[in-house]
């Protein structure tokens, strides 16, 4: 596993639209939509957090974990 935080390049988290999908003790599912259209899940289970995003990822060297704008996910399908 491991340890890593989601930082989109041009917006704070406090600009993402938040949606929680699923809200149980041992599940939570967190749906963050961005204002430029970037939409982020977070999957929480008691093994990890899964993330997955409408955009592939870019982990740099200090794991953080961005989008890469210029590359969509075409097998995304979202959560609502």
């Known amino acids: ?3 890593a935080e989601y930082k ?4 704070s988290t406090d600009r993402a639209d938040k949606k929680v999908i699923v809200d ?3 599940h939570k599912i967190l749906r963050l939509e ?7 899940i977070f999957d929480t289970k ?4 899964t993330v997955k995003s409408n955009y592939d990822f870019i ?11 210029d ?3 075409r097998k995304f399908k979202d959560v609502t």
């Open 24 to 26: 149980k003790p041992s």
């Open 46 to 49: 008691a093994e990890g957090i």
């Open 71 to 73: 590359s969509p996910n």
């Open 59 to 69: 982990l740099d060297a200090n794991n953080i974990i961005s989008p890469k704008l």
């Open 34 to 40: 961005y204002p430029d259209g970037v939409i982020v």
């Open 1 to 3: 596993m491991v340890n």
């Open 8 to 11: 989109h390049p041009h917006f």
